[in-house]
């Protein structure tokens, strides 16, 4: 199983990346795939999960209105658009993916996002 995150990099305060995760290895409607992100010093902290069974989002309450998660079925991969991003958005952002009958748990190599003011 591989995970691989795109679309990191340099932003400007305000600006609107998006993130894009490439699963393969497996079956894609198997999976729950949730973003998530750690900043500098600090905890790594849930963004939203997209759930494979009913096509349900989640989004944690701090994120909501700015990401949107989405999904290409037929491509593996599921996107995180941001918007009007700020300094404190800066972090390395991680892809992961759970097993809704096995519990496995994946981990992509992490895309670094740097907001400057």
């Known amino acids: 199983v591989q995970l691989v995150e795109s679309g990191g990099g340099l932003v400007q305060a305000g600006g609107s990346p998006r993130l894009s995760c490439a699963a393969s290895g497996l079956i894609f409607d198997d999976y729950a795939i949730a973003w998530f992100r750690q900043a500098p010093g600090k905890e790594r902290e849930g963004i939203s999960c997209?759930?494979?069974?009913?096509?349900?989002?989640y989004y944690a309450p701090s994120m909501k209105g700015r990401f949107t998660i989405s999904s290409d079925n037929a491509k593996n991969t599921i996107a995180l658009q941001m918007n009007s991003l700020k300094p404190e958005d800066t972090a390395v952002y991680y892809c992961?993916?759970?097993?809704?009958?096995?519990?496995?748990?994946?981990w992509g190599q992490g895309t670094q996002v740097t907001v400057s003011s």
């Open positions: 997209w759930r494979s069974s009913d096509g349900d989002t």
């Open positions: 992961n993916g759970r097993g809704r009958y096995t519990g496995a748990d994946y």
